[in-house]
């Protein structure tokens, strides 16, 4: 049964820092395409960041860039969102996913993630 557990979110001030953090269980976790994304009230869910396994590569949304760093450790099992000089747009509620599909045009978005976790919320306020 494969499971992902997210946690590291929490309430932290304009300018701030938080890494949040993903346990991924029952699947070849190496092998696999994954993502962090976030839904803000009101708003569908958006990429936030993804690392596609066909080539590798790692897909950032423009409102992240330069502030936001997805890494993986696969002896662990485990994905990470490092996040810093958070703003309060970028309170949201954020999940952790997963792919074994390979897509032919990989892209960071919610309909080529199989497995979801359930998410974890971030708060940016002073």
């Known amino acids: 049964q494969v499971q992902l557990v997210e946690s590291g979110g929490g309430l932290v001030q304009p300018g701030g820092s938080l890494r949040l953090s993903c346990a991924v269980f029952?699947?070849?976790?190496?092998?696999?395409?994954i993502g962090w994304f976030r839904q803000a009230p009101g708003k569908e869910r958006e990429g936030v960041s993804c690392?596609?396994?066909?080539?590798?590569?790692?897909d950032y949304a423009d409102s992240v860039k330069g502030r936001f760093t997805i890494s993986r450790d696969n002896a662990k099992n485990m994905m990470y969102l490092q996040m810093n000089n958070l703003k309060p747009e970028d309170t949201a509620v954020y999940y952790c996913?997963?792919?074994?599909?390979?897509?032919?045009?990989?892209?960071?978005?919610?309909?080529?993630?199989?497995?979801w976790g359930r998410g974890t919320q971030v708060t940016v306020s002073s």
């Open positions: 029952g699947l070849a976790f190496d092998y696999a395409g």
């Open positions: 690392v596609h396994r066909n080539s590798n590569t790692t």
């Open positions: 996913a997963v792919t074994l599909r390979r897509w032919q045009t990989p892209s960071c978005v919610r309909g080529q993630y199989d497995y």
